[in-house]
């Protein structure tokens, strides 16, 4: 990787707007802010605020980074879609990173665990974090690991953290991101039939 590439880190897969610009080996700008709802409105002007602190402008990036879960399934499809349209429309490469790899690149010796639904944990294999996390009950994740877990859904970094693993495949990433879902959706499919169509 030349050493003063750049690349734009973002997630949406929790609580939070965040952001990182990397270059090289160097933060140069980093913002994350805590949401519950609108990050769909908010992610493109968080990126622009990023880019700005970097004094650097869409066409100076070599590559995206975004977080492809697991965790809230709109807020994921919401910076997935952004990342391939911005992609697409800047002819630069975008690698999805999982929120287990971002967690492993910010600590490599700690097992992480990533916050579900109903007192649930994604529980990430230690030496694969690319491999897809196990889905499991607090309790049942603290018995495997053998030690009492912090399961943060938005650490401090972790941008920054998705845009130093996007710095390290970028040049030989072939595929678009995609969604990283480790468990169904809650919502059950439609039981009507779908409507007849006439030619």
Not at 23 to 29: E, L, N, Y
Not at 82 to 99: E, F, K, N, Q
Not at 130 to 144: D, F, H, V, Y
Request: hydrophobic content about 45%; some cysteine; charged content about 20%.
């Amino acid at each position: 990787m030349p050493s003063d590439a750049l690349i734009l880190g973002f997630d949406t897969s929790a609580a939070q707007c965040a952001a990182a610009l990397l270059s090289g080996d160097r933060v140069v700008a980093e913002q994350a802010e805590p949401m519950q709802r609108g990050q769909a409105e908010r992610l493109m002007p968080l990126l622009e605020d990023v880019l700005a602190k970097g004094g650097v402008g869409w066409r100076d990036l070599d590559a995206l980074g975004v977080g492809v879960g697991p965790g809230n399934f709109t807020g994921i499809r919401i910076a997935v879609s952004a990342a391939r349209g911005l992609a697409l429309g800047l002819d630069i490469p975008a690698v999805g990173v999982s929120g287990c790899q971002a967690r492993t690149m910010m600590d490599p010796t700690s097992v992480h665990a990533i916050p579900a639904p109903r007192d649930q944990v994604y529980l990430c294999t230690p030496d694969a974090p690319a491999a897809l996390p196990r889905l499991m009950t607090t309790a049942e994740a603290e018995r495997t690991t053998g030690h009492p877990l912090r399961a943060d859904a938005c650490p401090a970094g972790l941008a920054a953290a998705i845009a130093r693993v996007a710095a390290q495949t970028w040049q030989t990433t072939t595929q678009p991101p995609a969604p990283l879902y480790a468990r169904a959706a809650d919502a059950a499919p439609s039981r009507d039939l779908p409507p007849v169509l006439l030619d």
